[in-house]
């Protein structure tokens, strides 16, 4: 039997092949479950992620509006679209989103800071979780 720690991928197929075969006595279940957790983990982190982008890109729409463009509005649109597509798929994030804005405000204030070379901006998200996800919302 394959180690966890000595080739992943190998020991992935492995536990596959004994959940589909039944043989569940043969299953590496502590580091199974640390796994499926880590999936979990996986997502909230792919939608922190995504509400920083979209997030900083709302402070750069807002705060330089010489700079509104398309591009920032295509990337406006597209963050949202996977942040829906991501509740969709995984309905059980959909209460985490006010927590998930407050832990991801400080990299958005990050990239908007870099990408404008502006610092004033508010120290909390000054945009409500309907209007992050609100696709018609420009401040």
């Keep these: 039997m394959t180690s966890?720690?000595?080739?992943?991928?190998?020991?992935?197929?492995?536990?596959?092949k004994l959940l589909r075969t039944g043989q569940f006595h043969k299953l590496d279940l502590e580091n199974l479950a640390e796994e499926i957790e880590s999936l979990g983990r996986q997502e909230r982190r792919e939608l922190r992620n995504r509400l920083s982008v979209l997030v900083g890109h709302l402070l750069k729409w807002q705060f330089q509006p010489t700079g509104q463009g398309a591009s920032w509005r295509a990337t406006i649109k597209a963050q949202r679209r996977e942040i829906n597509r991501?509740?969709?798929?995984?309905?059980?994030?959909?209460?985490?989103?006010?927590?998930?804005?407050?832990?991801?405000?400080d990299e958005a204030l990050a990239l908007a800071i870099r990408e404008t070379g502006l610092e004033q901006f508010p120290e909390l998200c000054p945009y409500s979780v309907a209007q992050i996800t609100d696709e018609e919302f420009l401040p």
């Design 4 to 16: 966890h720690n000595t080739d992943f991928h190998a020991w992935t197929q492995e536990q596959a």
């Design 86 to 105: 991501l509740i969709q798929e995984n309905p059980s994030l959909k209460p985490y989103l006010t927590e998930a804005v407050a832990d991801s405000y």
